[in-house]
């Protein structure tokens, strides 16, 4: 779209069986075994493990188990497939919260901002205001990660977007034909490619090549995009083919998704296929970023809720501020917000909106706004998206062995924050932070 739900970890622990586990002689220990080894399973009666396996009672209802050398990959469904099983997780490394040595300080410098040598660049104020020209110091991306952008597809030929990109999937057409529109009295038919323009402008702003002397600077402008085309010229879409894109996007092996799509927020709370859809996206260890929506006006005091599929656990929900560090007019929020990224101008007070590629042909967009590429200027939680995606590619660029989890938590806990002090429904963590989410070490 142009234009975070809060958890809370209730540990109950009955008195059932306390008095008979004071009163019992202690469990056998385990044998030293190396720190974050094993498994805590949750239990509600006593285990009968394979040979080989060692098991510690550690509190009622909880017991650690050992699987012998050999079994790590079919471990944990061994053990939940067991009788009596009610969760099984690894035994998570863990460490003193360090202390804060010096007041006020970081660990280190930040170093200059890398200035690249795109000539469209110094109207970027994005890549500034989010510290992704400082993260450049440190990497641009890897040029073999996969970054899907579900979306209205993109110009295929666009000069600044060519070289990052792969062969557009057309979901849209595979599932409800030809993509095409009549404006003036002329047809256009737009299958394979952007008809809108709005998924040129995002993917512009994730990973426009960086220093080919061309355009813009994408955030990380050396990945690989696999652009999945979900949308008609008009921007409209459904569940099934929002699920099927994102698959596709998975299959693909595409490790984040930008999705700049939302359906109302307030609709069916229990539209499960949408939940099903991030949540099938996070169990295969991809992420999923996606845009909280733009229907609020802030200066009337209505703001609306965080569309869907951003509403969902697993998404990353992103919010938009504007050139002044501000949450957007437009911007939804909510419980569900984690992070806020530059998403431009909604009113004029509010400074300039965000510049990017557009398609270099005729699309929806040129002719009924008359925003005419191969770039241009647009505003909304669907360009503060990119941000996001761009910084998880490039902190997977650095460290690819990390998770969803991390990934999510490094953006949150790095994010400079710019609105009500600690969490809001506004910003959610805050504003990122791609330098600091790149060079500092948040477990």
């Not at 009955?14 to 009163?23: E, F, I, K, N, S």
């Not at 969760?87 to 890398?114: D, K, S």
């Not at 579900?150 to 110009?155: A, H, N, P, T």
């Not at 529109?181 to 090549?209: C, E, P, Q, S, W």
Request: charged letters at 15%; proline letters at 7%; one cysteine or more.
């Amino acid at each position: 779209m142009s234009r975070g739900y809060r958890f809370t970890l209730v540990l109950a622990l009955g008195l059932v069986g306390c008095v008979q586990a004071v009163t019992a002689p202690p469990p056998a220990a385990l044998p030293p075994v190396p720190v974050g080894s094993g498994y805590l399973v949750g239990t509600v009666r006593p285990l009968t493990l394979p040979d080989g396996w060692q098991q510690e009672v550690v509190m009622p209802g909880m017991t650690a188990v050992h699987p012998p050398a050999g079994t790590a990959v079919t471990a944990r469904q061994t053990l939940r497939d067991l009788p009596g099983v009610t969760f099984v997780e690894a035994n998570a490394r863990m460490h003193l919260v360090r202390p804060i040595l010096e007041t006020g300080l970081r660990m280190q410098a930040e170093p200059p901002p890398y200035v690249p040598n795109d000539p469209e660049y110094p109207s970027q104020w994005n890549m500034t205001l989010a510290g992704i020209d400082r993260a450049w110091n440190l990497t641009k991306g890897l040029k073999t990660l996969k970054i899907g952008v579900v979306d209205s597809g993109v110009d295929p030929q666009h000069p600044d977007l060519v070289d990052n990109l792969l062969p557009l999937i057309d979901i849209w057409k595979d599932v409800h034909g030809t993509d095409k529109f009549t404006f003036g009295g002329r047809a256009y038919t737009m299958d394979g490619k952007d008809g809108n323009g709005h998924g040129t402008h995002v993917t512009g702003i994730l990973a426009a090549a960086i220093d080919n002397s061309t355009g813009v600077a994408g955030t990380a402008g050396q990945v690989k995009i696999q652009p999945i085309k979900a949308t008609d010229y008009e921007g409209n879409t459904d569940a099934l083919t929002l699920f099927r894109s994102v698959k596709r996007a998975i299959d693909e092996g595409c490790k984040v998704i930008n999705v700049s799509i939302g359906g109302d927020g307030t609709g069916d709370p229990d539209l499960e296929s949408l939940r099903t859809t991030v949540a099938y996206a996070y169990t295969h260890g991809v992420i999923i970023v996606a845009a909280t929506g733009n229907e609020s006006a802030r200066s009337r005091k209505l703001i609306q809720n965080v569309t869907l599929p951003a509403a969902y656990p697993g998404a990353i929900a992103v919010a938009a501020v504007t050139q002044y560090d501000k949450i957007a007019e437009y911007s939804n929020g909510g419980p569900q917000v984690a992070v806020a990224a530059p998403g431009g101008a909604g009113i004029t007070s509010e400074g300039r909106k965000i510049r990017s590629t557009l398609p270099t042909y005729t699309t929806y967009l040129s002719l009924s706004s008359r925003l005419n590429g191969p770039y241009g200027e647009l505003a909304g939680t669907s360009m503060a998206c990119p941000h996001v995606s761009g910084l998880a590619a490039l902190l997977l660029s650095q460290e690819p062995t990390l998770t969803p989890s991390q990934v999510c938590r490094r953006i949150a806990l790095t994010c400079d924050d710019v609105g009500v002090k600690g969490w809001d429904a506004d910003t959610g963590f805050g504003r990122i932070n791609a330098y600091r989410a790149l060079s500092e070490r948040v477990e």
